[in-house]
DNA sequence: ATTCAGTTTGG
DNA sequence: CCAAAC
DNA sequence: GAAT
């Protein structure tokens, strides 16, 4: 792992092929490049405009327009019937049963045998995870691993239509109209709510808790996280000690339970005191899925069904149910049968609700359960058929009162809700405009104490009344509305079996070709092979106006963009390639048929276009509620993700004052919400231009022979950039380099007063440093900084990782992947074997880092100049 | 059914 | 180890 | 959600 070691061999090139000129103030061109001639051509060009426009997070910011309408998907509910429930308590029986027993793996982990990743000498260490770690688990286990399961879900989730009825409740009562929270100002003393306390609520400081999710579940391949699970269960403490799902310990399912309404289900169960946890033990008192419950054992890698007597295996609705009357539901009427009576003749099993009902469990006999292992439940699993019978669900209007509180809440647009997020008016928010010198400390610790002090569970009941209400659930009027909604995965059995269908067409009539007409050129085929790879394609930057698919890409991006914030991330993906795909694609899509043809697209997302083209309008887009407003705003911070947002949603958080007051914040967090206004903008050009020549400065000052690169969207040509990307080397051939001059660099920014925060400094490794900050000029606006320095030798890479766009360097390092070589900020390598999970298993060997030419090369992509790699 | 990029820093 | 970021 |  030194560094020296491959650095020295490639190190000794010339540089003398690079010339960067960099970046001279406005003139610019993004030319630059090194790159050995050849190619050099085309790249000097400036971009053609021609390509179809469309600006890049544009949409982010607009918001969703009104959406009143239908619940959001985000929403905790859905189908079915609203039947009462009454609760109480019950299974308190189930609570606590140990955990431990047993997790397992704690092993292997990190021998030393493992692998560096890559060659990335200097970096720390790299955990690797051996595959999965399965191992000493005693034999059955295996079955979990996953291929046990065969289910084949063909289908995927059927069309549903979910019919919501609600009753209209006139709500009120509970006196406290006011529910929504004026949450004045800070300061102010708010609501009355806050007085009338119930018990103990008090939140644990310890945020921890709320990530146990995923101990295990090794599946995920890597961007999930890995397990740990090492040792120690940590403790975890519900954060509502009082709040109705506390002592339970829930496990969810995921399968068909949307993402979206799945996380969010996530987050309330934790808000309100439950533990969720993704590994089967004997102390998880609830499985929450829609599996058919023949199937549940499978997926929790039991051996069968006797191992969850005991434990209530519930539909997602009991979630929900109990959510919203803030008690816990009976778990009778959402019991999921486990041993299902249904003849085996396939194609029967449902999990539509209506069927449930009527199933009766066979208990068949139950008794031992002997297993205390932990398994991995597995998280993306389908039942195997899964037909739809029903595609309403049944509704019962029963009369349910809601509890008090929650129907007092119906009013919700209050002035103070509506305003406390009108955008960018700097007013709403203090902080950015107060002395920045002191009001960073001052205010926000004071507002770290308070945040001790218990939440009010009132507070967070109305809230969670007002989202419903938001949410659709109420008409305004007093009876019963309904509301269809189209949930997200809208297939119909039919649709499916098509698809499917189509799909194994399409394979047969591949194979064949492919065996049959061997006689392509070794470099067509390679072509061909890789042809669906968008860094394969130029993909400059277009004006969105310009795009015959405006209205199109808009609505898909208001999608894409909610579901990144709910977490969504391969939905997500499949979006912004899909956008992408239309982005480039340069005349009006007008049907289904024409959109179906576009790679990146598919079915659904067809389905949505055709949609459009139709009716100008996205059903799907309306129904994203309000909630995902707040969550948005939330998540538009600096250091706020969808997992922070969506917890201070759940907590019953909704603006900044909320989440200033009773939350801890990361200093990232509190420089995100100072700045927060001028961060939402983007950068003029020239601005970035102007920017870069002040680091520019220092950095000569420091050392007059760095080099600096203004990459990012700057580099790839963009009008506008979000932040301000500087990759900064040294020519080492004289024996120096760029080693330790970041911190130089960085005070002498601070110095000029251009670098007003710090976000994120470089550990030490003074090999290849990062900082994040944020600068401004004098009189202008706060920006995002980001600098990087880079070996000298690395610097082709760097550039190219550093330019992307992410796209763009994602689909670049999944074609490397695909050749067996792996491509990181640091060189290409090759021979690259992965283990189980996709991770590294061996250095390989560098081949190319010096320039993006040579990276190129190697992979066999044709040379895209910075401006064409906007995918 | 499986896969979806690869990495760094803060907490 | 996770969340968030690039 | 799409491609394989
Ligand atoms: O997930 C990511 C994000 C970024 N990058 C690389 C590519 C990207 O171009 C560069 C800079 O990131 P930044 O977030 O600044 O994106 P950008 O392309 O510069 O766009 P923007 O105009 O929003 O800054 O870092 C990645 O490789 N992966
Ligand atoms: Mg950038």
């Keep these: 792992m030194n560094p020296e070691d491959n650095k020295s061999t490639t190190n000794d090139q010339p540089s003398s092929l690079l010339h960067i000129n960099h970046m001279n103030g406005k003139s610019f061109k993004t030319e630059t490049e090194q790159q050995p001639s050849s190619t050099s051509t085309t790249s000097t060009t400036t971009n053609e405009m021609n390509e179809y426009a469309f600006e890049p997070r544009i949409s982010s910011q607009l918001s969703c327009s009104s959406l009143t309408a239908g619940l959001d998907e985000m929403g905790i509910f859905s189908s079915q019937d609203s039947d009462i429930l009454l609760m109480d308590d019950f299974e308190t029986g189930f609570l606590k049963r140990k955990v431990n027993d047993i997790t397992e793996e704690e092993v292997v982990t990190e021998s030393h045998d493992h692998n560096t990743i890559g060659q990335q000498p200097p970096r720390k260490k790299i955990s690797t995870q051996p595959p999965s770690s399965i191992k000493t688990l005693p034999t059955e286990i295996k079955l979990s691993s996953f291929s046990s399961q065969k289910i084949n879900k063909n289908v995927r989730k059927p069309k549903t239509i979910y019919k919501i009825v609600v009753p209209k409740k006139n709500s009120n009562t509970t006196g ?300 305004d009027e007093g009876e019963y509305s309904d509301r269809m909604i189209v949930e997200e995965s809208s297939d119909s059995e039919e649709d499916m079996k098509k698809v499917y269908s189509t799909l194994l067409e399409h394979d047969e009539k591949k194979g064949h070709e492919d065996s049959s007409e061997t006689a392509l050129s070794k470099k067509s085929q390679e072509n061909q092979k890789y042809d669906s790879f968008s860094c394969m394609h130029k993909h400059t930057y277009g004006e969105v106006e310009i795009n015959p698919n405006k209205l199109i890409i808009e609505k898909l991006q208001i999608l894409l963009d909610h579901y990144q914030r709910m977490r969504d991330e391969w939905r997500t993906l499949s979006y912004r390639k899909a956008v992408s795909a239309l982005k480039k694609y340069n005349k009006p899509v007008s049907s289904y048929k024409e959109a179906i043809e576009i790679p990146g697209i598919g079915d659904r997302i067809a389905t949505k276009i055709q949609e459009i083209i139709d009716t100008g309008n996205l059903r799907r887009v309306e129904s994203i509620s309000k909630s995902d407003e707040v969550i948005k705003k939330f998540s538009a911070i600096h250091g706020v993700g969808s997992k922070a947002a969506l917890k201070w949603y759940a907590l019953g958080y909704r603006t900044f004052d909320d989440i200033l007051k009773n939350v801890k914040l990361t200093h990232a967090q509190k420089v995100g919400i100072e700045c927060f206004d001028d961060l939402q903008e983007r950068i003029p050009r020239d601005e970035v231009t102007e920017i870069s020549k002040v680091v520019e400065d220092a950095a000569h000052s420091t050392d007059p022979k760095l080099q600096l690169f203004t990459t990012g969207s700057y580099r790839r040509g963009n009008p506008t ?135 190129f090369d190697a992979l066999g992509v044709p040379w895209r100049p910075p401006n064409e790699r906007s995918c």
Excluded at 286 to 306: A, I, Q, R, S
């Design 176 to 475: 406290n109209s006011k529910h929504h929270q004026t949450k004045s100002k800070k300061g102010q003393a708010s609501s009355n709510l806050r007085d009338i306390q119930l018990p103990n609520l008090a939140i644990s400081k310890n945020e921890r808790e709320f990530s146990n999710e995923e101990n295990s579940l090794q599946i995920k391949a890597k961007r999930g996280r890995k397990k740990n699970t090492t040792g120690k269960d940590q403790e975890i403490i519900p954060l509502d000690s009082n709040g109705i799902f506390s002592n339970l310990r829930i496990l969810f399912i995921q399968n068909n339970i949307g993402t979206v309404r799945l996380n969010l289900m996530k987050e309330k169960v934790k808000a309100k005191g439950g533990m969720v946890v993704d590994t089967f033990d004997t102390s998880v008192t609830h499985v929450v899925t829609e599996l058919p419950g023949k199937n549940v054992h499978k997926v929790l890698g039991l051996l069968d069904n006797k191992s969850l007597e005991g434990i209530h295996v519930l539909e997602p609705n009991w979630v929900s149910t109990s959510i919203m009357y803030d008690k816990l539901a009976k778990t009778e009427r959402y019991e999921v049968p486990l041993y299902k009576p249904t003849s085996p003749n396939e194609s029967q099993s449902s999990t539509s609700l209506a069927e449930k009902t009527h199933e009766n469990m066979n208990s068949g006999e139950s008794e031992s359960q002997s297993s205390h292992k932990s398994y991995h439940a597995l998280k993306h699993f389908k039942p195997e058929k899964k037909k739809q019978d029903i595609s309403l669900s049944p509704i019962r209007e029963q009369s349910l009162s809601p509890s008090p509180i929650f129907k007092s809440d119906l009013e919700f647009n209050t002035p103070s809700y509506s305003r406390t997020f009108s955008s960018s008016s700097n007013s709403n928010y203090p902080l950015s405009t107060m002395d920045r010198n002191k009001n960073l400390k001052d205010p926000l610790t004071k507002l770290f104490k308070d945040e001790e002090k218990p939440t009010d569970l009132l507070s967070e009941m109305i809230q969670e009344a007002r989202n419903l209400t938001e949410a659709g659930f109420y008409s």
């Design 721 to 855: 950039c979000g932040d301000i990307d500087i990759l900064i080397t040294r020519n080492d051939s004289d024996g120096k380099s760029h080693s330790g001059v970041l911190p130089k660099i960085i005070e002498n920014l601070h110095n000029r007063n251009f670098i007003t925060h710090d976000l994120t400094h470089t550990q030490e490794d003074d090999i290849s440093g990062k900082y994040m900050g944020i600068c401004r000029l004098s009189g202008g606006k706060y920006r995002r900084l980001d600098l990087f320095t880079v070996p000298y030798g690395e610097l082709g890479a760097a550039l190219l990782s550093f330019t992307g766009n992410d796209i763009f360097n994602r689909s670049i390092r999944l074609l490397a992947r695909k050749k067996k070589m792996k491509l990181n900020q640091h060189g290409l390598y090759k021979n690259i074997a992965r283990g189980s999970g996709g991770v590294s298993l061996n250095e390989g060997k560098l081949i190319a880092q010096r320039t993006e030419q040579e990276i």
